[in-house]
């Protein structure tokens, strides 16, 4: 079946440090890839996506990375902000309607 | 451009009481999802619509949940009798049908059942 994996949070970093938060995904076929962000008290954003193998989605200062031979999309940012801190989500589409989501890594960054 | 709009934002009933949840999607989105969110369960799909009818509706927890999408423009989660457990934030979510499309969630309503 189709599955999201997550890095358990929380993920703690000090502002301007490295970010990255692992996902892999388990899918048949050629899912397209999505990261979210929920901002407390918001619902989830779209941040980037992917949508063939070796595609690199980018926004904000974050990418990842479409790997089909890892079965990765691994977010990353080069130097983090206290107002990144969210619970992010990696989630998948099967080329159906539906998403299929991660149980969230939620980020904490401190001055 | 104006976003999903969901009401109300916060909800507060006594359990056994009918409680009706908002959804406006996206004008020109043509498939509406809604979500419940919890600490425990994370979260999860209760039911999505493609074109107003309802295409999945195997999330929905028990038969004291239903939703409807009388036009494009509108829809509704309703629990009736409500209970604690039903306590979560409920999130609607809409896109455009196709390959690659995302979906845009609203701002959730916050709904406690005492």
């Known amino acids: 079946g189709n599955s999201v994996t997550q890095m358990e949070g929380p993920v703690t970093l000090s502002e301007e440090a490295f970010l990255t938060i692992n996902c892999t995904y388990t899918?048949?076929?050629?899912?397209?890839l999505f990261w979210y962000v929920q901002y407390p008290g918001e619902g989830l954003q779209l941040l980037l996506k992917?949508?063939?193998?070796?595609d690199k989605g980018s926004n904000k200062g974050f990418e990842a990375t479409y790997r089909k031979e890892t079965t990765s999309f691994h977010l990353e940012k080069g130097s983090v902000q206290v107002s990144d801190s969210a619970v992010y989500f990696c989630?998948?589409?099967?080329?159906?309607?539906?998403?299929?989501f991660g149980t969230g890594t939620r980020l904490q960054v401190f001055p | 451009d104006a976003g999903v709009i969901q009401s109300p934002r916060h909800e507060v009933t006594e359990m056994g009481q009918e409680v009706t949840l908002r959804c406006k999607p996206i004008?020109?989105?043509?498939?509406l999802f809604w979500y419940r969110q919890t600490m425990m369960r994370g979260l999860e799909l209760l039911i999505y619509?493609?074109?107003?009818?309802?295409?999945?509706d195997s999330g929905m927890p028990e038969d004291r949940f239903s939703a409807k999408m009388p036009n494009a423009s509108f829809s509704t989660l309703k629990i009736q009798p409500s209970e604690p457990r039903d306590s979560a934030v409920y999130f609607c979510?809409?896109?455009?049908?196709?390959?690659?499309?995302?979906?845009?969630f609203g701002d959730g309503t916050r709904l406690s059942i005492l």
């Open positions: 619509f493609n074109n107003n009818v309802p295409i999945d």
């Open positions: 899918a048949t076929g050629y899912p397209s």
């Open positions: 004008s020109g989105h043509n498939s």
């Open positions: 979510a809409s896109r455009i049908q196709g390959p690659n499309q995302p979906q845009h």
């Open positions: 989630a998948l589409s099967p080329n159906t309607d539906k998403l299929i």
């Open positions: 992917a949508t063939k193998a070796d």
